[in-house]
Each structure stands twice: as C-alpha cells, then as structure tokens.
C-alpha cells in the first residue's frame, strides 16, 4: 500500500510559479509511474504530467508543456511538480497517482494509489 501526501499549492498571481511536492509513505515509490492529475469544477479529471520509475521517462498534457516540469527525488521518496507561468486556467485541485504500468498512462484510471490533492488557485 503506497500513501500519497501532496504539499505545496496555494494562491499565486498569473505568471507567477508554484512547486507543488508529492511525498509517499507506506512503501516507497521504487518501481511506480507517479503522474499529477488536476481537476477544476465542474470539469472532469485531467492529466497533466508523469514520471515513469525507468529512466524518468515523462510526459505531459499540451496545456502545460515549456511551463511545467516534473521530476523525482528517489532518496526522498518524493515526485515534483514545478509549475511557472501560471495562468487562471490551472486553477484546481491537483492530485498525485500512482501506478506499476511503466508507459505513463494519460488515463485516470489506469492509477491505483491516489492522494487527496492540493489546491492551486491562480488570480489574473
């Protein structure tokens, strides 16, 4: 059983950035794709972007690619997500997942382990 802690959202200008930390416990992340979704209300749940475990291979949403990086700090058992840039439009509550399937799955679904999310409100 993976635990998921995410830390590190707020309220921040546009343009501004936000590093947004997802820390396990429980087990460690040794072998598990991490990914961030978000969702804002009345939407539906969207991925933004992963890591897989091998070769930190990641993947991101086209709304967020050049502003947003993902990252893994294995000795700390914890995934990142550094968000610049920032526009009204990535307001929401952002979620970190886990799953063994190595390709990073874009789909909500295909994660196991979820935490329960950080808010990130973004003012124009």
């Known amino acids: 059983q993976v635990q998921l802690v995410e830390s590190g959202g707020g309220l921040v200008q546009a343009g501004g950035s936000l590093r947004l930390s997802c820390a396990a416990s429980?087990?460690?992340?040794?072998?598990?794709?991490v990914a961030w979704f978000r969702q804002a209300p009345g939407k539906e749940r969207e991925f933004v972007a992963g890591?897989?475990?091998?070769?930190?291979?990641?993947r991101y949403a086209d709304s967020v690619k050049g502003r947003f990086t993902i990252s893994r700090d294995n000795a700390k058992n914890t995934v990142y997500l550094q968000m610049n840039s920032l526009k009204p439009e990535d307001t929401a509550l952002y979620y970190c997942?886990?799953?063994?399937?190595?390709?990073?799955?874009?789909?909500?679904?295909?994660?196991?382990?979820w935490g329960q999310g950080t808010q990130v409100t973004v003012s124009s």
């Open positions: 997942a886990a799953t063994a399937d190595s390709m990073v799955p874009l789909t909500s679904g295909a994660y196991v382990y």
């Open positions: 429980g087990r460690t992340f040794s072998g598990y794709t």
């Open positions: 890591i897989s475990w091998a070769y930190g291979r990641t």
